[in-house]
């Protein structure tokens, strides 16, 4: 089995402040179909402000209210993750983390025996950023980061990121439209790790930096990361499942 993290942002899982159902049920039943191709897939995955709110419009602007947001909605969105498992005769289970979990070498090892216990037994983890006592996800990196140190420490050969953009490109799409798309990435220079940070909407805190800062960083651990659309996963399952890099960037050092 090849072990691999997918992550999945808040841009990709939301639609109108609501968690978006259908991409949520075509995530879920790739995952399916990868287990099927001997994959272990490790889900990291943000929405649980978006649920919240849903339940309880309190003003996002404030960390406070999102960590409350999250408090509501991280129940209901493994709710909403169980039952679209089950529909594939999965189990899935929630693995809350902070990130200074990966400070201290016996936290990881505790924290990996419980993931390597979950996959032995067929279950998918599905990880998010423990909000209430840690607020990185919430103000920085919306999980990008998180997912990088999953994938290193819980010893997955590569991370893959779904966004709202389909790859990395040489300057930012939205903006230019003749941006053309990075293939292949084996290193990133200091200036494009250090650039402004790009969150595209409130539920989008990340930006290319974040996802940027996380290739580097596991290209420096010998590991991979490969960044496609989370709209469309015909790119992802081409490359997971076939074999073939159509879109998409990869970073492999
Ligand atoms: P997500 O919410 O899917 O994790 P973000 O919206 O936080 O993703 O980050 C992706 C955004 O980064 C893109 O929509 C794009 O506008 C912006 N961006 C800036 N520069 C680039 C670039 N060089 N290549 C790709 N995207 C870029």
Redesign the pocket.
């Not at 942002?9 to 990709?12: D, I, K, M, P, T």
């Not at 990395?168 to 939205?174: E, G, L, R």
């Given at each position: 089995m090849k072990r691999i993290v997918i992550k999945v942002?808040?841009?990709?899982l939301t639609e109108n402040g609501a968690i978006a159902k259908p991409r949520m049920l075509a995530l879920v039943q790739l995952i399916a179909e990868l287990k099927t191709h001997h994959y272990d897939v490790i889900l990291v995955s943000s929405g649980a402000v978006s649920a919240g709110y849903t339940q309880l419009p309190l003003d996002r602007s404030q960390v406070a209210n999102k960590q409350a947001l999250a408090a509501i909605g991280q129940p209901l969105l493994l709710k909403m993750y169980q039952e679209k498992f089950a529909r594939f005769d999965l189990l899935c289970s929630q693995v809350l983390l902070s990130a200074d979990v990966f400070g201290e070498p016996e936290h990881i090892a505790h924290a990996k025996n419980a993931i390597d216990t979950l996959l032995k037994n067929n279950v998918v983890p599905i990880i998010n950023e423990n909000d209430t006592v840690s607020i990185e996800e919430l103000v920085f990196g919306?999980n990008d980061r998180l997912s990088a140190h999953v994938a290193h420490y819980f010893d997955a050969a590569l991370l893959v990121i779904l966004?709202?953009?389909d790859a990395?490109?040489?300057?930012?799409?939205?903006k230019y439209s003749d941006a053309k798309r990075r293939v292949v990435v084996n290193r990133l220079e200091e200036d494009e790790l250090n650039a402004e940070h790009?969150?595209?909407n409130e539920f989008?805190t990340?930006?290319?930096v974040t996802k940027l800062q996380s290739a580097d960083f596991l290209m420096r651990h010998d590991r991979e990361m490969f960044l496609a659309s989370?709209f469309d996963l015909s790119d992802v399952k081409a490359f997971l499942v076939e074999g073939e890099h159509k879109g998409g960037t990869l970073f492999k050092a």
């Open positions: 942002g808040s841009h990709v919306d966004s709202d953009i990395f490109y040489d300057k930012d799409p939205n790009t969150p595209n989008a990340g930006g290319i989370g």
